[in-house]
Every structure is written in structure tokens, then in C-alpha cells.
Nanobody, 123 residues
Framework: QVQLQESGPGLVKPSQTLHLTCTVS??????????WSWVRQPPGKDLEWMGA???????YYNPSLKSRTSISRDTSKNQFTLRLSSVIPEDTAVYYC???????????????WGKGTLVTVSS
């Protein structure tokens, strides 16, 4: 059973960089032929796919967030990470990591998902 767990600070100040880590168990991020994604859901809004990294290490981004987003991985720890720079209060959301065969995943019925972590952007 694939399991994903998000970790990181729950509060980030405006203009700072949000940094989250997803720890994966039950599958290898280097051999599983899927896309390891970050997805977020602001309060009262729909799920928004932010980007993904594939088993070969190539990263893909939502064009609307590309200038502020970076996704990387640590294969020795079987983890992948999200960096979102210059955060604003509108970046407040529950952030999820997920793996699915689909690149742009916006439904929790696809693949495997972590439980999510709330990140609040506030001074």
C-alpha cells in the first residue's frame, strides 16, 4: 500500500518561501511509473494542481504558478519537496501530495493521496 505524508510549517509569513516535504512509503519515487504531485485546496475553493515530478526526475508545473514553484526530490530518503516563493495570504490552503498515472490530478479518487497539511500565510 502506497502511503504519502506531508510535513512542514503550518504558518508562513507573506513574502517568505513555503517549503513542504512528502515522505513516501510502499513505493519508490524512482521506479513507480507515475507522477508525484502537489495539489492544494484554498478554503471554499476547488482543488488546484500545482505541479509534479516523474520517476525520472523531470518536473512539470501549473503555468499559473510556475514562476513561484519548484519541485525536487531526495531519492535517498524517498521524498519529494515543494517550494513556493513570495507567498501571499491567498496561498493559504490545505496542501496535498499525491501519486497518480495522470499528470494533472485534481480528484482524490485518482491514485494515492496524503492526508494534507494546512498552511496559513499570515503575518
Amino acid at each position: 500500500q502506497v502511503q504519502l505524508q506531508e510535513s512542514g510549517p503550518g504558518l508562513v509569513k507573506p513574502s517568505q518561501t513555503l517549503h513542504l516535504t512528502c515522505t513516501v512509503s510502499g513505493a519508490s519515487i524512482t521506479t513507480n511509473h507515475g507522477y508525484w504531485s502537489w495539489v492544494r485546496q484554498p478554503p471554499g475553493k476547488d482543488l488546484e494542481w500545482m505541479g509534479a515530478i516523474d520517476s525520472g526526475g523531470s518536473a512539470y508545473y501549473n503555468p499559473s504558478l510556475k514562476s513561484r514553484t519548484s519541485i525536487s526530490r531526495d531519492t535517498s530518503k524517498n521524498q519529494f519537496t515543494l517550494r513556493l516563493s513570495s507567498v501571499i495570504p491567498e496561498d493559504t490552503a490545505v496542501y496535498y501530495c499525491a501519486v497518480a498515472q495522470t499528470l494533472v490530478v485534481v480528484s482524490a479518487t485518482e491514485g494515492y493521496w496524503g492526508k494534507g497539511t494546512l498552511v496559513t500565510v499570515s503575518s
